[in-house]
């Protein structure tokens, strides 16, 4: 079975963005970039990759989850395939029609949806943001394994890792790395 990994950035107080959606704060440059693209090369976006001229193979993940806050972050710039490396869900609940043919809609029962993803085969699923979506699948026990990229900041307020409240539950950390610009990666099982 495949596992779906929460793999995203937060500030030190659990910030995945400010109010507005945007994310001001998080080091965007620095010794960390190297080395997230060489463990994930396949959560970079197209327009980054393209502006590196480079573009490997997916090393963990086949498919990408977005929910629609965090999907529209690219919209405003532009972007509407923002990983055309990958097979790319948007959820929402608002949205009538994906504004690219590459990005299939979600729009009804994420967690049946997401149960039936994780039953197929491939590489595994990566989450990449979403609060609301994020609670959802938690507290459905469907989120395998988190993979935080706390940045040496605290926001004081904004878009919480998850948008809800979860249950209290208990987590393995299994990896860490730190970096000397102060960005900490932390992999952590969700016990279950």
Not at 45 to 58: K, T
Request: hydrophobic share 40%; aromatic share 12%.
């Amino acid at each position: 079975m495949r596992e779906l990994k929460y793999y995203v950035a937060c500030s030190v107080d659990g910030f995945i963005a400010r109010k507005d959606g945007s994310f001001e704060g998080f080091l965007q440059e620095g010794e960390h970039i190297a080395g997230l693209f060489e463990s994930f090369p396949e959560t970079f976006p197209v327009h980054f990759r393209n502006a590196l001229g480079i573009h490997p193979e997916n090393k963990c993940f086949d498919v990408v989850l977005m929910g629609r806050k965090t999907y529209e972050v690219g919209l405003k710039f532009g972007i509407t395939n923002p990983y055309p490396h990958l097979k790319q869900y948007l959820f929402s609940r608002n949205m009538k029609a994906s504004p690219d043919p590459n990005v299939e809609l979600v729009s009804e029962d994420a967690i049946a949806f997401v149960k039936s993803l994780k039953n197929e085969t491939g590489k595994d699923i990566w989450l990449c943001g979403g609060a609301d979506l994020a609670a959802t699948l938690f507290a459905e026990k469907l989120i395998d394994k988190l993979i935080l990229k706390v940045n040496p900041f605290i926001m004081g307020s904004g878009i919480p890792l998850f948008g809800g409240a979860n249950a209290p539950t208990d987590l393995e950390l299994t990896d860490s790395k730190i970096y000397g610009n102060g960005v900490l990666v932390l992999h952590y099982r969700v016990r279950t």
